[in-house]
C-alpha cells in the first residue's frame, strides 16, 4: 500500500537520497533543488532589480519587489530574492555580465553557495577568577578553579576560557596589575600541572600582559571581546600562532547598553567582523573565530535576529562562537533570575548550532553536552 510521509525541510538530504539509492551525480543535483535561500537586497539600483527579477522568473525562482519597481518609481529599492542552491549558482553567474551593482551582488552570492556548515563543534566552559561576574555559579577561586576545570573537561568541554575581568553591562573598570593579580595563580596552576593537554584554554582578556602571561602558561585561544583593537594582541597572537576570537560590540561594557543603534544589525556586524578579519591576516595570525557578540551592545531584537540568521555570516569562512549563556535577553523574554536561565540559555545555543555556530561558551557544561547528543542524533537522520 503506498504511503506518503511530509519530511522536514532540515532533514540531511544527501543521506536520505543515498539510501533510496539514487546514483552519486544525481545526488548533488537534486540535493541543490531542495535548499532554499531567501536573501535580503538592500539599496538595489532600481535597473538591477528589474534584470535580477527577470533572470530571476527565467529559471523559476523569484524577486520580490515593492510597487512601482517596474515603471523605476524610486531610484533604489530594497528587495528579496527567493532561490534554491542550483538557482542561486545560476544567478551568481549570470549576474556577472550585468550592470547596475549586479556584478557585486554576483560576487556575494557566489560566496552564498559555497557555504559550509561546520561538521565539528565545540562546548568551551567559562571560568571567571573574579567576584563581580554576573553568574555566581561560574566564580572559582584557587584550587577550586582547577576542580572546577578538571570536572568540565570531565563533562565534555572541549575548551576553557578563564577570565578575570566582568565584562556585564556597567562593570567597573579593572587595571592590568589587578587583572593579572587575579588571573596569576590559576595560570601558573595550569602550566604546572600541564592541564593544557587535556583541553585547550582560553583566555578571555584585552591586556597585553594577561595575554603574554596566559600563552607563556600554554593557552592556545585569546578572546578578545574589543575584536583586535590593540595592535599588540595582534602582534601576541601571530607570535604565539594563537587562535584569535574576534567579537563585536558597540561601545563598552560601561556604555554598551546605552540605546545600541544599528543602520542594520546584520550588515553592520559582519562588516566590522570582515574588516577585522583582514586586519588579523595582516599580523599573520592564522587561526580566526568570530563571535558576533550576543548581548554586547545589542537590543533584544538585535540578539535574537542575530541568532536566528547566524548562517548569515558563514561566508565569512571562520568558525562562528555564540555565547548566549544565561543573560539577560532571557529575562527580557521570560522573567527569571540567573538561576533560571538554563532552559532559556539551551534554546538559544540549540539555534545557533541549527544556524552555523560551531562553539558554544557555556556556563552549564554537562547540560549542553546532553543537549548537543541529542542535537546531533536529529541532525544526522
Known amino acids: ?4 510521509e511530509k519530511l522536514s525541510n532540515d532533514i540531511n538530504v544527501k543521506d536520505l537520497l543515498n539510501k533510496l539509492g539514487v546514483d552519486g551525480g ?3 543535483i537534486l540535493a541543490s533543488k ?6 535580503y537586497i538592500k539599496a538595489l539600483h532600481v535597473g538591477g532589480a528589474n534584470i535580477l527579477k527577470q533572470d530571476a522568473l ?6 520580490a519587489v515593492p510597487r512601482g519597481t517596474v515603471i523605476a518609481k524610486e531610484p533604489f529599492v ?42 565539528k563543534i565545540e562546548i568551551m566552559g567559562v571560568i571567571n ?21 578538571d570536572s568540565m573537561i570531565e563533562k565534555g568541554a572541549k575548551i576553557i576560557d578563564i577570565g578575570a575581568v566582568s565584562s556585564r553591562p556597567n562593570a567597573p573598570q579593572v587595571d592590568f596589575e589587578e587583572e593579572f593579580t587575579r588571573v596569576k595563580m590559576i595560570l601558573d596552576e595550569i602550566k604546572n600541572n600541564k592541564l593544557y593537554e587535556k583541553a585547550r584554554f ?17 593557552f592556545s585561544i585569546v578572546n578578545d571581546i574589543t575584536g583586535l583593537q590593540n595592535d599588540e594582541v595582534c602582534k601576541l597572537c601571530a607570535q604565539y600562532d594563537a587562535s584569535a576570537v574576534i567579537m563585536h560590540m558597540q561601545g563598552s561594557p560601561q556604555t554598551m547598553q546605552d540605546n545600541p543603534n544599528y543602520e542594520s544589525i546584520l550588515s553592520d556586524v559582519y562588516e566590522f567582523l570582515e574588516s577585522t578579519i583582514l586586519k588579523a591576516k595582516s599580523f599573520g595570525i592564522n587561526d580566526i573565530i568570530v563571535d558576533v557578540g550576543i548581548g554586547f551592545g545589542k537590543s533584544l531584537e538585535d540578539n535574537l535576529s542575530l541568532i536566528k540568521n547566524l548562517e548569515h555570516f558563514l561566508s565569512l569562512e571562520k568558525r562562528i562562537l555564540v555565547g548566549a549563556s544565561r543573560k539577560s535577553m532571557i529575562n527580557s523574554l521570560y522573567p527569571s533570575s540567573v538561576d533560571e536561565r538554563l532552559a532559556g540559555t539551551l534554546v538559544l545555543h540549540l539555534e545557533a548550532l541549527r544556524n552555523g555556530a560551531s562553539i558554544l561558551r557555556v556556563h552549564d557544561v554537562k547540560e ?14
Do not use: W
Open 34 to 39: 531542495c535548499k532554499h535561500h531567501i536573501i
Open 129 to 149: 577568577v573574579n567576584e563581580d561576574s554576573f553568574f555566581q555559579g561560574s566564580r572559582f577561586e584557587g584550587i577550586k578553579a582547577v576542580q572546577a576545570i
Open 26 to 28: 544525481g545526488i548533488s
Open 58 to 63: 527565467s529559471i523559476g525562482a523569484d524577486l
Open 1 to 4: 500500500m503506498m504511503k506518503i
Open 368 to 381: 549542553h553536552i546532553q543537549a548537543l547528543k541529542i542535537f546531533e542524533a536529529l541532525d544526522n537522520l
Open 78 to 119: 530594497d528587495c528579496i530574492l527567493i532561490a534554491t542552491q542550483k538557482q542561486l549558482k545560476f544567478l551568481s553567474k549570470k549576474e556577472l555580465a550585468q550592470p547596475f551593482g549586479l556584478k557585486e551582488l554576483a560576487f556575494k552570492l557566489q560566496k552564498i553557495t559555497k557555504v559550509k556548515y561546520p561538521k
Open 202 to 218: 582560553s583566555i578571555d582578556s584585552y591586556a597585553p600582559k594577561v595575554i603574554s602571561y596566559a600563552l607563556e602558561s600554554g
